[in-house]
């Protein structure tokens, strides 16, 4: 069962911020539900949790609303310079 969103946005390695947008079950352990999700370590990056054609749409979907409320300030910035 869905449980929160963990996020965090950085900028302290890159030349520009990003963001980390990560859901939160019930049903992680509870040392792990606690903290960041790099603790899971190597079992994050298993191949039966990698992204495949079946998140395709949710990707699409995801991709489509943040173009959408990130156009308007891409198009200003653009016009600036």
């Not at 449980?3 to 049903?27: D, F, K, M, P, T």
């Not at 395709?56 to 609303?65: I, T």
Request: no cysteine; charged share 25%; net charge negative.
């Amino acid at each position: 069962m869905f449980l929160r969103i963990n996020y965090e946005v950085l900028g302290n390695a890159w030349q520009h911020l990003h963001g980390h947008v990560r859901a939160r079950y019930s049903w992680e352990v509870e040392e792990f539900r606690v903290g960041p999700v790099y603790l899971y370590g190597d079992e994050r990056t298993k191949e039966e949790y990698a992204l495949g054609p079946a998140h395709s749409p949710l990707r699409a979907q995801l991709a489509a609303a943040l173009f959408s409320i990130t156009a308007d300030a891409y198009r200003n910035d653009e016009s600036s310079g």
